[in-house]
Every structure is written in structure tokens, then in C-alpha cells.
T-cell receptor, first 114, second 113 residues
Framework: ETGVTQSPTHLIKTRGQQVTLRCSSQSGHNTVSWYQQALGQGPQFIFQYYREEENGRGNFPPRFSGLQFPNYSSELNVNALELDDSALYLC?????????????FGPGTRLLVL | AQSVTQLGSHVSVSEGALVLLRCNYSSSVPPYLFWYVQYPNQGLQLLLKYTSAATLVKGINGFEAEFKKSETSFHLTKPSAHMSDAAEYFCAVSDSTGNQFYFGTGTSLTVIP
């Protein structure tokens, strides 16, 4: 059984650029959630995708967008990067969209915006 | 909106001593509650979760937590700390009406030999 994987592991961008982060779900999972974890903080929920549809969204602006593909892998896109977007981005997959389902987290992508 | 408060951003215990990490939630309806652990440079791993079954929940690595509705608390305990328990611990809450998930700010546990 393959766990949740994320790519790339690290990324450096400049303010105003766009970035795409990728996530492969654990085998058999149809739901992916994305989180932003700033240094020294807890993860903050960005959004969730269930069967290729956005199924819930946290308090993030529209420049944070996502996709889920038929194989349930997912992308997080961030446009017009700001310095405050520097953080660890975590992807989590689960079997089912209900929030009480156990989420399995990937190791994260660390994004630095200069 | 749901929220969780973790009291104490840093906790130090001696090896073999009791571990107690505190979490209080705010919710107008019975929530689902979780404890996750994060080791350096790794993602989060679920320790245990409460989903309105038994109020005392047992998790992995000897951890357990008790849901106390009257105190709106879900504190994490382990009878005897091990060096390998040193990590960041996060309490999280979700509700049954939406697809939102809220983490606390975390508690860093140090185990002193």
C-alpha cells in the first residue's frame, strides 16, 4: 500500500509568481484535503476535493485553487504569490468526504516566497 | 465556527513521567476530535480520534484521551513518557455539518532523560 506522496519537497518562488503543488493519494482514497502550515503554527484547512469536486473550503482567497483528477491525485495552485504564502503545504487523503474519516498526511511541500 | 485551544505551547516531562497535553474545544454541537503527532520534517500522523462512541479513546503508542463534554476538553495522556515521544502534538476538531477541519496551534513535547 502506497502512502500519500507530495512533490516537490521544497520550492523557492518570488512574489507575484504562480506555483503548482502535487499530491498523490493513498491507494483507494477518493478524498484529498490541503492545508497550509506556517512556521510554528497548526495546519490551516484550505479546501477539500471529493470525487473531483471541491467539497469544502477554509478562509483562503480565490487565488488558492485546486484540482482533483480521475485517479484522485490532486494539485494545489497558488497565483500571485505573496510573502505570507511561505509555509509547509500538507496534503491529506481519506476514504470518504466526511470529516470524521481518518486523514493520512503526506510529508509536505515547503514553499519559500522571496 | 469550530476552534480548539491547546494550553501550553511547550511541555517538558522526564522520561517515565506522565504526559498530559491539554486541548479545549468550542462547539455548539457534539464534535469529532482528533490528536495528531508531527515529527520533525514529517507530515502528521493520527494518534486517536473521538467520534461520539466511548468517551475514553485509546490510540497508538500508549496514548489515550478522554472526551469531557462538561469541560469541553479532550486532553491527551500517556502514563509513561518515552524519548521517542518528543514531537509536536496537534489537537483538531471537525463538526458533522460541514467539511471543515480545525487544528490547534500545537504543543511541543520535550522528554528529558
Amino acid at each position: 500500500e502506497t502512502g500519500v506522496t507530495q512533490s516537490p519537497t521544497h520550492l523557492i518562488k518570488t512574489r507575484g509568481q504562480q506555483v503548482t503543488l502535487r499530491c498523490s493519494s493513498q491507494s483507494g482514497h477518493n478524498t484529498v484535503s490541503w492545508y497550509q502550515q506556517a512556521l510554528g503554527q497548526g495546519p490551516q484547512f484550505i479546501f477539500q476535493y471529493y470525487r473531483e469536486e471541491e467539497n469544502g473550503r477554509g478562509n483562503f482567497p480565490p487565488r488558492f485553487s485546486g484540482l482533483q483528477f480521475p485517479n484522485y491525485s490532486s494539485e494545489l495552485n497558488v497565483n500571485a504569490l505573496e510573502l505570507d504564502d511561505s509555509a509547509l503545504y500538507l496534503c491529506a487523503s481519506s476514504l470518504g468526504s466526511r470529516t470524521q474519516e481518518t486523514q493520512y498526511f503526506g510529508p509536505g511541500t515547503r514553499l519559500l516566497v522571496l | 465556527a469550530q476552534s480548539v485551544t491547546q494550553l501550553g505551547s511547550h511541555v517538558s516531562v522526564s522520561e517515565g513521567a506522565l504526559v498530559l497535553l491539554r486541548c479545549n474545544y468550542s462547539s455548539s454541537v457534539p464534535p469529532y476530535l482528533f490528536w495528531y503527532v508531527q515529527y520533525p520534517n514529517q507530515g502528521l500522523q493520527l494518534l486517536l480520534k473521538y467520534t461520539s462512541a466511548a468517551t475514553l479513546v485509546k490510540g497508538i503508542n500508549g496514548f489515550e484521551a478522554e472526551f469531557k463534554k462538561s469541560e469541553t476538553s479532550f486532553h491527551l495522556t500517556k502514563p509513561s513518557a518515552h524519548m521517542s515521544d518528543a514531537a509536536e502534538y496537534f489537537c483538531a476538531v471537525s463538526d458533522s455539518t460541514g467539511n471543515q477541519f480545525y487544528f490547534g496551534t500545537g504543543t511541543s513535547l520535550t522528554v528529558i532523560p
